[in-house]
């Protein structure tokens, strides 16, 4: 049986869990419908979780993190690929619960795949990724909603999410006002697009008034807890937020008078069990709309031995961009 290299992650005796690359045999990959060549993947919050002490999401060891992968199929049971097709997936609890993408090979259902968009290359792709992915659902969601008014607030904006959604938004026309606690982020958010920088400090305090100035016409939060409970108050009336992230926790300090009062919408984006159709759609725009010379200057590249620490970084919230992994080189 072939090898293949891998991340691994092990618990040990003590409940300890360590992550290193190894060579495994191609055996020991889930038994199911399609065998796909990983060429490249990427880290995300997640995958930092899946990696670091303790295992976070991880429910069974040993375990192959990465949440998401673009390659080639090398096998397929399923009529719907065959051999050579370029495939994307994120989600489904890759990475989490099933083996993912930080290996040179991975098996997956076919139902999880979404073919690779014309005009995308692997690498691309990975510089979207689950981030990139998650942006498009959340402006969509804002679309939906009737997104009219500018300026639109990124929270977390030299992050994976918050960096793409800026991207898109400017793409579309928008006014984008960037939210970075990183004052050394500016010259970076702004050629991605972002008219305006709002320092994260500005919208750290504990809120204090239900309702604040109408200051946005819409948002895509990728922090939570209490900035996203800050700036419901600051929502122009009708306005939406869409939420992508609990990097700030789960819990939310706010009232209900501004959905009352102001009549804001909270939106709550969940990239994991999206319905094909529905994934398609995403990723057939964001191919469209993000600007290509735009999407490489987010990209910091990485290899499968730089995962260990890539993951502890991005917990750290030291990670800008998007991290893509060449997993062969």
């Given at each position: 049986m072939a090898t293949i290299r891998a991340l691994v992650v092990e618990k040990g005796e003590d409940g300890e869990t360590a992550a290193s690359v190894q060579r495994i045999d191609e055996s020991r990959l889930p038994e199911t419908e399609v065998t796909v060549a990983v060429e490249h993947s990427t880290v995300n919050y997640k995958d930092g979780l899946c990696i670091g002490p303790g295992g976070g999401l991880v429910r069974n060891y040993p375990h192959v993190?990465?949440?998401?992968f673009a390659g080639t199929v090398e096998a397929s049971s399923d009529d719907r690929y065959k051999a050579g097709d370029k495939v994307v997936l994120t989600g489904w609890r890759v990475g989490e619960a099933h083996w993912g993408g930080y290996a040179e090979k991975a098996r997956v259902r076919a139902d999880w795949l979404v073919p690779l968009p014309e005009g995308l290359?692997?690498?691309?792709a990975m510089a979207i990724g689950t981030a990139g992915f998650t942006a498009m659902l959340a402006v969509q969601a804002l679309e939906d909603h009737g997104l009219k008014a500018d300026p639109i607030l990124v929270t977390g904006a030299a992050g994976g999410v918050g960096s793409v959604a800026v991207a898109l938004l400017a793409a579309m026309g928008h006014d984008v006002a960037a939210v970075t606690g990183r004052p050394e982020q500016e010259e970076y958010l702004r050629s991605l697009g972002a008219t305006q920088i709002v320092p994260r400090a500005d919208l750290a305090e504990t809120v204090k008034r239900p309702l604040?100035?109408?200051?946005w016409g819409g948002c895509v939060d990728a922090v939570g807890g209490a900035m996203l409970?800050?700036?419901?108050?600051?929502?122009?009336y009708g306005a939406s937020v869409a939420a992508v992230g609990l990097a700030g926790g789960a819990n939310l300090p706010a009232t209900v008078v501004p959905f009352l009062l102001r009549g804001v919408n909270l939106l709550g984006i969940d990239s994991v069990m999206q319905p094909y159709e529905s994934r398609v759609r995403a990723w057939t725009r964001i191919a469209e709309l993000l600007p290509m010379e735009k999407l490489e200057a987010m990209v910091v590249p990485a290899t499968l031995d730089d995962l260990p620490r890539l993951g502890a970084d991005i917990l750290?919230?030291?990670?800008?961009?998007?991290?893509?992994?060449?997993v062969k080189g």
């Open positions: 993190p990465g949440i998401d290359t692997t690498r691309q604040e100035s109408e200051s409970a800050r700036v419901l108050g600051q929502m122009r750290k919230g030291q990670v800008r961009g998007r991290v893509v992994v060449d």
